[in-house]
Nanobody, 126 residues
Framework: QAQLVESGGGAVQAGGSLRLSCAASGRTFSNLGWFRQSPGKEREFLASISIRWSTGSTYYADSVKGRFTISRDNAKNTVYLQMNSLKPEDTALYYC???????????????????WGQGTQVTVSS
């Protein structure tokens, strides 16, 4: 049974940093990604990283490029999202997602991911 478990969320002041972790188990994924959802808004793609290939290609949403960094530790089957310079508008429930299929190009769409974690809350106060 495939499972994705997020951790590392919490409350932080604006300008602060948090590192989210996503521990993957139960199957081999082609890509792992991070999404977030705020109340009343659609789920938003943040970042993705290739798992299959040694290069670990990454993609970022424009809204977080330069502030967030996705990385992986294949030995631990874990993906991280380092979030710096956090803003109140970053407040959301953050989800880890796993893609078991292979697509050409970036994995930025929800339908490309077939496994989801339960989410971890990030709250940024001003």
């Amino acid at each position: 049974q495939a499972q994705l478990v997020e951790s590392g969320g919490g409350a932080v002041q604006a300008g602060g940093s948090l590192r989210l972790s996503c521990a993957a188990s139960g199957r081999t994924f082609s890509n792992l990604g991070w999404f977030r959802q705020s109340p009343g808004k659609e789920r938003e793609f943040l970042a993705s990283i290739s798992i299959r290939w040694s290069t670990g290609s990454t993609y970022y949403a424009d809204s977080v490029k330069g502030r967030f960094t996705i990385s992986r530790d294949n030995a631990k089957n874990t993906v991280y999202l380092q979030m710096n310079s956090l803003k109140p508008e970053d407040t959301a429930l953050y989800y880890c997602a796993g893609a078991s299929y292979y697509y050409i190009g970036a994995y930025t769409r929800e339908h490309q991911y077939d496994y989801w974690g339960q989410g971890t809350q990030v709250t940024v106060s001003s």
